[in-house]
């Protein structure tokens, strides 16, 4: 694999620019109008436009970027995430015109990329699954029906999507028709296809999933877990890994059970399998991501690999870099998601010009991004600034050096969830790791709680200034008598 074209932008565009440059691989880069003068554009040895500004006129465009790999004698292509990293009519296409997708086959894409299909391929590995159907509802009273038998509260999802959308949590009988409609028709237009299936609500339910990797000679791993129960909009913000809560045994157990997830399926390359645990730690599986995550770095973070030269290693037919045996947990490592958010706002994008903007650094310190001072945040995409990823020996270095890292972060020209990452580091509940995914829910939903947790730390900054600048002064006061005095002591021996 001598030329790779990466099929993204922002942040994971230059994540993967940088293993290839590592590994002595030329690199094309593609881009929208909106991108033209992006950092990972200038990075890469070559570069393709592929349209306009909105995904669908450029990112989203599978024949442009085919042909643009033809012209340009590239080998393989990396997708990332997003846009076409789970399109298996993409992977399939590829295929057919001799490029290596680095990444799994378009047929393990459409078995976990349908829920449903996904949960009938698990059941007959013994992978734990929440309690509901695992067939299309399309009629009201049978989701009733249902529901019953569950029992209430229930979760009507999309059978064809994830990131939240055509999921509808349903509390009693009587909201039930409303709420499927609803789910329905975001289902149908977010994903064309308006198929939901049900299934029981875990209360109190934490988000962990399980980085799974396996080549084409039979080899399955399990990188750990990582902790993404901080949520907004059914979103992560901030992920973790290793999780607080999980113990050894537990960890043993959602590994060798996301390995059977892989089998189930004969996966190749990177992937995630999602789980919910519940208030008395039992998991159960909820979906496996066919790709690389946005959160990959911390479980980079704590095994010290390099999960983008591993998928580049599967894709070129080597065995896996390292057995299970080989693989272990040093430290703890912390991400938090940088968005153009107004977070004391509903967390709506913030769109505008990043007229200060200075990363923080340091030995623990990481910052994966996609922009430079003075470029502005594209209405057209996910507004990530960046992912700025600490680590620590320990779960609490780990929060301290997080805190540090986000106090020397420097932004300004647009509202960011930075403010929203400290507030999370410094609460009680984040802290003793008794949180699951209503956090923002319970602990950021109120604004004058929010308001005054933030005005409380601004007082406090202050105070810490104003007080550095008094010590500045009462130094330099002792150093001004001191110099006085010796400036006497010298008169009176030269007289």
């Not at 500004?53 to 080998?75: M, N």
Request: hydrophobic share 40%.
């Amino acid at each position: 694999m001598n030329k790779v074209l990466v099929a993204n932008r922002g942040e994971i565009a230059r994540r993967v620019l940088r293993t290839l440059k590592k590994m002595h691989i030329k690199s094309v880069a593609v881009y929208s109008d909106a991108d033209r003068f992006a950092p990972h554009v200038l990075e890469a040895d070559e570069s393709v436009y592929l349209g306009a500004s909105p995904s669908s006129e450029s990112y989203l465009r599978q024949d442009a970027i085919i042909q643009a790999c033809k012209e340009l004698g590239v080998d393989g292509v990396h997708p990332g995430y997003g846009f076409l990293s789970e399109n298996a009519g993409f992977a399939r296409k590829l295929k057919e015109a001799g490029i290596t997708l680095i990444g799994p086959s378009p047929e393990s894409m459409e078995v976990m990329g349908d829920k449903l299909s996904a949960k009938q391929a698990v059941k007959e590995f013994g992978v734990p699954l929440v309690p509901g159907v695992d067939e299309a509802v399309a009629s009201v009273e049978l989701g009733k029906k249902i529901a019953a038998s569950i029992g209430y509260p229930v979760l009507i999802k999309a059978s064809a999507g994830g990131g939240g959308k055509g999921m509808r949590l349903v509390e009693r009988e009587e909201e039930f028709e409303e709420q499927m409609h609803t789910a329905q028709s975001e289902a149908r237009s977010s994903f064309g296809d308006d198929a939901v299936f049900i299934e029981k609500f875990v209360t109190k339910p934490r988000h962990i999933e399980i980085q799974v990797f396996a080549d084409n000679h039979g080899n399955v791993v399990y990188l750990f877990e990582r902790e993404c129960s901080i949520q907004r909009r059914h979103q992560k913000v901030i992920e973790e890994a290793p999780s607080a809560v999980v113990t050894p045994e537990l960890r043993k157990q959602m590994g060798e059970a996301a390995v059977n997830v892989c089998k189930a399926c004969n996966y190749s390359g990177a992937g995630t399998v999602e789980f919910l645990l519940d208030a008395e730690l039992k998991f159960y599986f909820l979906e496996m991501n066919t790709r690389l995550q946005v959160e990959h770095p911390v479980t980079e973070e704590i095994t010290g690999t390099d999960l983008v030269e591993w998928q580049i290693r599967v894709a070129r037919g080597e065995k896996l870099p390292k057995t299970q045996e080989e693989l272990s947990i040093n430290g703890h490592a912390i991400e938090i998601r940088v968005y153009a958010e107004d977070t004391l706002n509903g967390f709506i994008p913030d769109i505008g010009t990043l007229n200060r903007y200075r990363i923080p650094s340091g030995r623990s310190v990481r910052v994966d991004d996609a922009f430079l001072e003075g470029m502005d945040i594209p209405i057209y995409y996910d507004p990530m600034i960046a992912k700025l990823v600490v680590w620590g020996k320990t779960r609490q270095d780990a929060i301290r050096r997080c805190i540090e890292a986000i106090d020397d972060y420097q932004i300004s020209g647009v509202k960011t969830t930075l403010d929203f990452g400290k507030y999370v580091l410094k609460h009680e509940a984040f802290i003793s790791g008794n949180f699951d995914t209503n956090f923002v829910k319970h602990y950021f939903s109120d604004p004058r709680v929010v308001n005054t947790a933030m005005e409380e730390e601004h007082r406090a900054l202050t105070f810490s200034i104003d007080q550095i600048w008094k010590d500045i002064k009462a130094f330099k006061e002792k150093e001004f008598a001191s110099r006085e005095n010796t400036s006497r002591w010298k008169n009176k021996l030269q007289a």
